[in-house]
């Protein structure tokens, strides 16, 4: 039986979207395998991701969900790795962003897109209630 599919498109051979994060990939990060623990770098990627939707909705901002997320490659221990933000789309207090993880490899320093996930942030005032995205 063949497979109908179309191709999957190419990889992106650099980074899209805002630098909103970099940082680098310590010992400390590890999991059992001795390979960066995804949690960590889920946790930099909502911090990016938080950062770019307070940018733009100039006030505080929560996570409300984490949706898509691919984990296409490892990060290893002393990985440059940086995140981007793109905007897919504003609400009335909504913002649904995409995030990549790219890693600058300590050996060699090319760059591998490691990871990718879409994060729906949401503009909130002092007291914790949505509030209007800046238009």
């Keep these: 039986m063949s497979d109908t599919?179309?191709?999957?498109?190419?990889?992106p051979a650099e980074p899209h979207g805002e630098l909103v994060i970099r940082t680098i990939a310590m010992p400390a990060d590890t999991n059992a395998n001795g390979d960066i623990f995804g949690g960590w770098l889920l946790s930099q990627m909502d911090l990016g991701g938080a950062i770019y939707?307070?940018?733009?909705?100039?006030?505080?901002?929560?996570?409300?969900?984490?949706?898509?997320?691919?984990?296409?490659?490892?990060?290893?221990?002393?990985?440059?790795?940086?995140?981007?933000?793109?905007?897919?789309?504003?609400?009335?207090?909504?913002?649904r962003i995409a995030v990549e993880a790219w890693a600058?490899?300590?050996?060699?320093?090319?760059?591998?897109?490691?990871?990718?996930?879409?994060?729906?942030?949401?503009?909130?005032?002092?007291?914790?209630k949505p509030w209007p995205v800046h238009r």
């Design 104 to 128: 600058q490899r300590t050996k060699g320093g090319e760059l591998a897109r490691v990871t990718e996930g879409v994060f729906t942030y949401v503009a909130i005032d002092e007291a914790g």
């Design 53 to 95: 939707a307070r940018n733009l909705a100039r006030s505080r901002v929560t996570t409300v969900a984490i949706d898509a997320m691919t984990f296409i490659t490892p990060v290893y221990v002393g990985d440059i790795v940086s995140c981007h933000a793109t905007l897919l789309k504003v609400g009335r207090t909504s913002m």
């Design 5 to 11: 599919r179309p191709p999957a498109p190419p990889a």
